[in-house]
């Protein structure tokens, strides 16, 4: 799995969406999600809703638990689509 699309920073939006789109491979609610990572609920959603960025340490903690491969994907279509249009 390459990371071609990502030259530049995602924006949280996209950061969000690749998020949802884990999650929702694993077959997993935004709750599953919070309790693998040891945040809360809310956290989860803002973050997938963009509402606000998160600290490193949430996010390095929600990345581990979804697995940052399949993180990675999933942005990376999500980045060159959105770099495409």
């Not at 071609?4 to 920073?9: F, S």
């Not at 690749?18 to 945040?39: C, I, K, M």
């Not at 809360?40 to 600290?55: G, Q, S």
């Amino acid at each position: 799995m390459g990371v071609d699309n990502l030259a530049r920073v995602p924006t949280p939006a996209e950061i969000g969406q690749a998020l949802r789109e884990s999650r929702r491979a694993h077959g997993w609610s935004q709750e599953r999600l919070a309790s693998e990572a040891g945040v809360h609920r809310v956290t989860v959603a803002t973050i997938e809703t963009a509402a606000k960025e998160p600290t490193s340490r949430v996010l390095f903690a929600v990345l581990v638990a979804v697995g940052v491969a399949l993180f990675l994907g999933h942005l990376n279509r999500i980045v060159g689509e959105s770099m495409a249009a």
